[in-house]
């Protein structure tokens, strides 16, 4: 007969498989043990998207399982006194740990708390001659950095460490590192398995810097990049774009820079996007109506599979060129947002006849009144989707029903930032 430590054993051993999980789930089950019922839950949830309206009740029922037992299931978190974490299906995956205080413990509680794969360290600056010498970092595949501010100094001190050998996904946002640390940390090779880098709002590269920092050999190995919030213009976009070598990447987010059309073709003449399935231009606020179109008729984004243009800076022309595209013929998510009145915008959407294999379609919009609705009671696009997702302020009850009669085949999310 199996003990929970043989379970445990089976999970931690192969974590990226829902089945040693069910397994256990099973085993709990015949034990009348709740926690069963927990994994498979989030087990569940694992699978939806994020606004997959088959996730409200299981998000429910999660929220009453934790509420009643998330004091027992986390209580050998206190060994690192850890107040921030994350069950992800079923188990305690990613925590936070004050390395400043909690340093020391950091080694019993990944002993104790073995399905931890994900550590976002904070108060990192007093401690990292101490942090480099930690074997533990050898036993995660995701570390962040996150708001730390190292600085030039501390980058180059903490990459003198040899522990970051299984690091697969790196955060590096908010640490003041200049263009000096990020060249030492692409070119240290102490992170070989790494294939997600994230660096936000880090001050990383200065325009002038991101030719050379460009040519370190670890952007061959990613696969997920990251580089929003820093503000960069054209020039800034075009000298990636002709300096950085063409990598493989799957995943680029931009969000939040200030490039315009110029740096846009740069990135796409240079070969930067062909291989991607999910690009992120969110709030590209200066990415005009002939950039997006650009965009829709590029052939090298044949294998893009999600887009979001949310809050760059086109009307009529952009919304029409992406949603009439016969080029995004593998896209299945696309987030969208306009200025214009539903009124206007709901017909562009509804009469669209591109993107063949879309699924989902996230709509940023103002309120929708019933009258904004007439384009959508007769045959439309919108009726061939699986999920669609409305950020639309409010919206009165007797609209969003009439919204599910008119699409009764579609699951649909209203999303409200109020």
């Known amino acids: 007969m199996q003990t929970n430590e043989q379970f445990l054993h089976a999970i931690v051993e192969d974590p990226d498989n829902d089945l040693p999980r069910l397994v256990y789930a099973d085993w709990l089950d015949e034990q009348g043990d709740p926690r069963g019922e927990f ?27 934790l509420k009643k037992h998330k004091t027992k299931w986390s209580k050998d978190l206190k060994v690192a006194a850890i107040r921030v974490f994350e069950f992800r299906r079923g188990f305690v995956e990613a925590v936070t740990l004050n390395v400043k205080n909690h340093l020391q413990n950091a080694e019993a509680l990944l002993d104790t708390v073995p399905t931890i794969r994900k550590v976002k360290v904070n108060a990192l600056k007093a401690v990292v001659p101490e942090f480099i010498t930690s074997k533990w970092l050898e036993r995660i595949d995701s570390l962040n950095l996150a708001g730390n501010k190292l600085g030039l100094r501390r980058m180059r001190t903490l990459l003198e460490s040899p522990h970051f050998t299984e690091i697969r996904e790196l955060d590096l946002t908010s640490n003041n590192i200049l263009a000096g640390g990020f060249q030492a ?16 709002n880090s001050e990383a590269a200065e325009p002038s810097k991101l030719s050379k920092i460009g040519c370190g050999p670890l952007w061959k190995q990613l696969e997920s990049v990251e580089l929003a919030e820093h503000a960069w213009e054209d020039d800034a976009i075009q000298t ?14 931009l969000s939040f820079n200030a490039f315009a059309e110029r740096g846009f073709q740069a990135l796409l003449e240079n070969g930067h996007l062909t291989s991607l399935e999910s690009l992120s231009l969110k709030r590209c606020y200066r ?34 060129a992406v949603l009439n595209s016969q080029s995004l013929v593998e896209l299945r998510k696309l987030y969208i947002s306009s ?3 539903p009124e206007f915008y709901l017909p562009i959407v509804a009469h669209s006849t591109g993107l063949p294999n879309l699924e989902t379609l996230y709509l940023s919009i103002n309120p929708i009144q019933s009258s904004d609705l007439a384009s959508l009671r007769q045959p439309n696009r919108l009726q061939q989707l699986k999920t669609l997702v409305i950020l639309a302020g409010t919206m009165d009850d007797d609209v969003l029903a009439e919204l599910r009669e ?11 930032p109020y």
Not at 185 to 200: A, E, H, M
Not at 406 to 414: A, G, H, N, Q
Request: one cysteine or more; a negative charge; aromatic letters at 8%.
């Open 406 to 416: 008119l699409l009764p085949d579609v699951k649909i999310f209203i999303y409200s």
């Open 287 to 320: 990415l005009p109506d002939s950039a997006i179109a650009m965009l829709a008729n590029a052939d090298a984004l044949g294998t893009l599979r999600s887009l979001d243009i949310r809050g760059c800076n086109y009307i009529e022309d952009g919304l029409n």
């Open 185 to 200: 940390f692409v070119d240290s090779g102490k992170f070989p398995k790494l294939t997600k880098l994230i660096c936000n």
């Open 240 to 253: 990636l774009a002709e300096s950085w070598p063409v990598c493989g990447w799957k995943h680029l987010n």
């Open 339 to 341: 200025a214009l009145f």
């Open 39 to 65: 994994i498979r839950v989030q087990c569940e949830l694992a699978k939806l998207d994020e606004f997959d309206p088959d996730r409200i009740p299981l998000e429910e029922r999660q929220d009453t399982l």
